[in-house]
Every structure is written in C-alpha cells, then in structure tokens.
C-alpha cells in the first residue's frame, strides 16, 4: 500500500505542469527561447518545453504571415500527434514578438486545439507602425520607402505575398489602403469570422505581456500593440477599450476579459529581448501562468 502510494505521488508530481511549445521573434530561431526552456524546465514536475524549429533568421520576414499561420498550426498538430500521452490534457503555448502574433492567429484558425494558455511576449497584435520600427526593417523591397510612404510597397500585391513586415504594417493614414490589400491582419482582427472567435474564446486563458516606455521597445512600435493598443492618424494612443476589435468583440477578447480569462501583463522598462533573455522577467511575469 506504501509503495502504491508513493508512485501515485511521483505520477502527480510528474504530470504538474502542462507541456510548453513555443515560437520565437523575427530575425531568430529557436535558440532565442533557450532561457525559457531552462526556466521552464528547472521547476521540475516533468515540465517540458519545446520550441518549434521553423522560419527561423531570413526566413521569418521572407516567409508571409499566413503561410508562417498555416506552418506553425501544421507543426503543433504534428507534435501532438507523435506525443499523444504527453499532450493529453493540453498545452500552453508561449511565444515571442512576430511569433506571439502568429500563435494567436494561429489559435484562431484550428479548431482543434487544445491550448490551455496563450502567453504573447511583446507580440504585435495589432500590427506594427512607426519610424524607429521601419528603421530595424533590412528588406530589399522596402530600402527606397521611409516610414510615411512604406504602405504604398507593403499594400502591393508582391510585399503581401512575400514579406511579413508588409502583413504587420499597420498605416492608420491609410486605413482605407490596409483594409483593401492587406491579405493577413485584418482577416485575424476586425474581420475574423465566427469560427475564428470560437476557436480563440475555448482558450482557458490569454495573456499578452509587453514593457513600456519609448514607443519603439526595441522590437515592436507601438508598444501598445502588445496588448491591443494602436495609434490613430494623429497619433494618439488608443487603448485596447476604445479599439473596435475589443467593444466589438470581433474575435472574442471582450469574452475573455468579462469572463476574467484575459490578462493585460504591462511592465514598465522592460525591452523587447527582456522577454526571453531576462531570468527575473521571465520568472516574475510568465513562469506564474504556465501551471
């Protein structure tokens, strides 16, 4: 009976925490998510995280944002499959910059997930817009734009088939250019459909961390957009309350956040690389929601 105990205790203990997969930023790979998966994994409790090898450097912004979707939805369903007992009772999926955009969207488009918690680190998710995040941006196609006149190449049909940046660019001088051609955010935002919302609300809870200071993070412009803030044509900040995808409920944030599944994790000084490259960061902000 001692001994039946016992291994019950070490089968409790090893199934504390649910598995981790996660996607890493623009410009990297997977080793961006190395901290993670040490911190993650030093709790014990047969805590495993993985982190998906996919449209890593170059290809992370030469690889369009739906296409990136698509992939990464393939991927965590592959995994799944080939680690069914692992993956029984769920997952979480933590992803950073470029990639906590794409895991959203990602949950949006299956309806078979099973994540238990989506933690975005310093994602994009209402796009990005603004002259120091052009200025990080190293791609042929857009070396003659400035930050003012980039829409009139991102909202090509060329820059929405091949660049990621294009599918994040976000001009609200030009809203009327964004909702026509851009072939990604809006479809994921404003105009998501029911079956997206549906898929997005049966997540247990979301959370969508980001530092704040100068609009430019380091990675991402504006900073609000990590928690679904974005600038209006004069520049004014518009928080996630005022935004339309939110009082509208276009893909079920409104639902998450009246029934307290939504957490808006805002810290000040934190940089963009804070996210995965700093121990205190990471364990005072993401460790505590990944149970």
């Not at 805002?266 to 490259?277: A, E, F, M, N, S």
Request: with cysteine.
């Amino acid at each position: 009976m001692f001994r039946f105990a016992c291994l019950a205790a070490v089968a409790t203990a090893a199934a504390a925490y649910k598995p981790v997969i996660m996607m890493h930023g623009v410009g990297s790979d997977r080793h961006e998510m190395d901290t993670l998966v040490r911190l993650i994994e030093a709790r014990g409790g047969g805590a495993v995280a993985t982190t998906l090898p996919l449209y890593e450097n170059d290809a992370s912004f030469l690889t369009p944002l739906p296409k990136q979707v698509d992939g990464v939805a393939a991927a965590i369903r592959a995994l799944v499959a080939a680690n069914a007992s692992r993956y029984a009772d769920g997952y979480h999926l933590v992803c950073k910059s470029q990639g906590g955009l794409i895991c959203r969207c990602a949950v949006e488009a299956m309806a078979d997930h099973a994540v238990d918690t989506l933690v975005s680190l310093a994602g994009p998710q209402m796009g990005v817009y603004g002259a120091a995040f052009f200025a990080s941006i190293k791609v042929p196609l857009l070396e003659n734009a400035t930050a003012a006149t980039v829409w009139r190449v991102a909202y090509t049909r060329l820059a929405q088939a091949t660049i990621s940046d294009a599918n994040m660019w976000h001009d609200p001088s030009h809203l009327d250019s964004y909702y026509e051609h851009d072939k990604f955010l809006p479809g994921f935002t404003d105009r998501a459909t029911p079956a997206m919302k549906a898929n997005f609300v049966r997540l247990a809870k979301a959370v969508f961390c980001v530092g704040s200071g100068s609009p430019y993070d380091g990675g991402i412009e504006p900073y609000q957009s990590g928690v679904f803030g974005f600038v209006d044509a004069a520049g004014a900040v518009v928080d996630m309350p005022q935004q339309g995808v939110y009082a509208n409920d276009t893909f079920g944030l409104k639902t998450l956040d009246d029934s307290g599944r939504l957490n808006l994790t805002v810290v000040p000084g934190v940089r963009h690389g804070d996210w995965t490259g700093n121990d205190d960061v990471i364990t005072r902000y993401v460790l505590p929601h990944l149970s």
